[in-house]
């Protein structure tokens, strides 16, 4: 079974853009994880999605967003990149949102906003 | 938030048991106690999670304390592919179940 798939791995923006990542998850996973992960604060919950539904928040700024769709692939979006949001954002998926149920987490995308 | 409390940094030598603390004093009945970990350059990884009972799997075992307030990652071999960043979670369904990592333990193994 493939695992779970983010493109791109790597990107850079510019401060004001906005950047759309993408994830896949394990063909048969329904819920759909992303943290962001820097230096400084370590591993951040961002939002869960479960068949189309944000199912739990984050404490982040409304600039982050996200989304899913009826085949379980979900984006993420940041609108008005500030240098702050350079991170690597991970996914991770799993079967359902049963808290007993383990992620599988993707490699990642780093973004760097210059 | 759920919060647990893991040492920064521990050390070990290949081949030898080594046992990961995890203090977790505020943790309730319905917490799940999960441990991810995470290689250099790579995303998180699921090794073990329990409820109230120890568990074995073919990575690790997990032992609980009667009271449930800390736990005990146990890898019986380390080897030099174990060296990582090891996360004690607590996955809490008053906070909606999402993982919430603190800073982890840098485990660092010798040959």
């Known amino acids: 079974k493939a695992g779970v798939t983010q493109t791109p791995r790597y990107l850079i923006k510019t401060r004001g853009q906005q950047v759309t990542l993408s994830c896949s998850p394990i063909s048969g996973h329904r819920s759909v994880s992303w943290y962001q992960q820097t230096p400084g604060q370590g591993l951040q919950f961002l939002f869960e999605?479960?068949?189309?539904?944000?199912?739990n928040k984050g404490n982040f700024p409304g600039r982050f967003s996200g989304r899913q769709f009826s085949n379980s692939r979900s984006e993420m979006n940041v609108s008005t990149l500030e240098l702050g949001d350079s991170a690597l954002y991970l996914c991770?998926?799993?079967?359902?949102?049963?808290?007993?149920?383990?992620?599988?987490f993707g490699p990642g995308t780093r973004l760097t906003v210059l | 938030d759920a919060k647990t409390t893991q040492p920064n940094s521990m050390e070990s030598n290949e081949e030898e048991p080594v046992h990961l603390p995890c203090n977790h004093s505020t943790i309730s009945g319905t917490d799940y106690i999960h441990w991810y970990r995470q290689l250099p350059s790579q995303g998180p990884e699921y090794v073990i999670h329990g409820l109230t009972s120890n568990v074995n799997n073919r990575m690790a075992s997990l032992a609980i304390a009667e009271d449930r307030k800390s736990s005990t990652l146990i890898l019986h071999r380390a080897t030099l592919r174990d060296a990582a960043v090891y996360y004690c979670?607590?996955?809490?369904?008053?906070?909606?179940?999402?993982?919430?990592f603190g800073q982890g333990t840098e485990l660092s193994v010798k040959p």
């Open positions: 991770a998926s799993s079967l359902n949102s049963d808290f007993s149920n383990e992620q599988f």
């Open positions: 999605y479960f068949s189309e539904t944000q199912r």
């Open positions: 979670i607590l996955r809490a369904p008053i906070q909606g179940g999402k993982l919430i």
